[in-house]
Each structure stands twice: as C-alpha cells, then as structure tokens.
C-alpha cells in the first residue's frame, strides 16, 4: 500500500494514512519542470520542516522553492484560510476554557504568519464562550501600543464578562517581553474595574506559543 499514490491510499485508507509528504503532494496536485509532486512535497518539508511552517510561510519563502509559483501559492494560501475559517467556527462553539487547545490552534492560525505585530483580544459571554474575537491594535514588526481603556469599553460594548488577550511575535519566538507583561497588568487592571476577568494571554510565535496563564502569571 505504501507504494500506492497519494489519491488512492486515501481513498482505500482513509486520509489519516497519509504522511505529511502525501498529504501535501496531494494539496500540490501537480509537480514542476524535472521534479516530480512527491518530490516537491519532500523538499518542501526538509526546507521548511512541518507542514505548519509551510502554511504559515510567508510569499517570499514559499515562492523560493523551486516549482512553486502563484498557482500553488494560491493554493497553499486557501488551505490555511481553510483551516483558519474550520478553527473560528470550532471556536464559536466551544467553552474556551474547557477545551484551551481549540483556542490556541485558531489565534496561531490567524496570527503566526503575520509580519508585524497584531493585538488580539476574545470577548467571552459568563460561560466562556466567544462573543466575539477581534483584532484590536496593530504594530510593526516588533511592537504594537496598546490601549486597555479600548479594550475596557469594547468589552462594555459586547457585554463581555471575561477576555482572552492574544498578540504574535513575528520573529517566531514567543517568549514574553517584559512589556508584554506589563500590558497585559494593566489591561487586567482596567478590567478588574468592571468586573471583567482577564483569563490568559497567548504570544504566539512559529511553531511556538506561551500562555500566562499556564506559567501562572494570572
């Protein structure tokens, strides 16, 4: 079976019998001048090193490959606006603290491929579900200002009674700055205010997150 094509293993096994080479082949459909799709997909995973840095690679680092041209980039880019609309939709139905996995794989989704700074933030109802998941604030490549009165009277405004506060590091590494950690006090103090619990702050990097509330920060 291991010599069957990728279509035909999935359809006579299933598409969890796949390896990330066969999936993507799959994905890629076609292969280039001299390689051939499987090939493609192989050196696609040894350059980028999982499937997630390639859907989150940016258009120059994609289209550095050989083979890889605006069709497979429209391609690669619909799978990862896929996979971004089936993240919001699970979240929309999950209590976010019950299941915390659904929520970090939808804000990497939205944020790990970004090349500046985005401040997020999730408006939670009194069972924790999403009101709302907003983008707040943007910034350059390696910060963003953030304004806790806005996030205070957007909570007010969506009758939020806890938030999730979510922003990425595009270097890739999540590791908190200490900025990071004073802002996130002072939009928890602004909220503490109005009776608005601020539950987590996610950084996410490539491949990577932090959560304050795991390192117990909150």
């Not at 079976?1 to 293993?9: F, G, S």
């Not at 493609?40 to 995973?45: D, G, I, R, W, Y």
């Not at 299941?99 to 790990?112: D, E, F, G, I, K």
């Amino acid at each position: 079976m291991d010599n069957l094509p990728p279509r035909e293993k999935l359809q006579q096994s299933g598409a969890a019998s796949l390896s990330d080479v066969e999936l993507l082949a799959i994905f890629l459909r076609t292969g280039a001048s001299g390689i051939n799709v499987m090939a493609l997909a192989k050196q696609m995973l040894n350059e980028f090193g999982s499937l997630y840095r390639i859907m989150t690679a940016s258009k120059q680092e994609l289209t550095a490959i050989k083979g890889v041209g605006d069709a497979k980039l429209a391609q690669l880019h619909a799978i990862a606006e896929l996979g971004r609309r089936f993240f919001a939709a699970q979240l929309a139905r999950e209590n976010v603290m019950e299941n915390p996995q659904v929520t970090r794989h939808y804000l990497q989704s939205v944020l790990a491929h970004q090349e500046r700074e985005l401040f997020m933030v999730l408006f939670l109802d009194n069972q924790h579900r999403v009101l709302q998941a907003q983008q707040m604030f943007a910034g350059s490549i390696n910060s963003v200002e953030v304004h806790p009165r806005e996030i205070a009277r957007e909570a007010l405004k969506h009758n939020a009674a806890a938030l999730i506060l979510a922003h990425n590091h595009p270097s890739g590494i999540a590791e908190p700055s200490l900025a990071d950690q004073e802002i996130t006090r002072k939009v928890s103090q602004a909220c503490a205010l109005l009776n608005i619990r601020v539950l987590d702050h996610l950084v996410i990097g490539r491949g990577e997150y932090v959560s304050f509330a795991e390192r117990g920060w909150l």
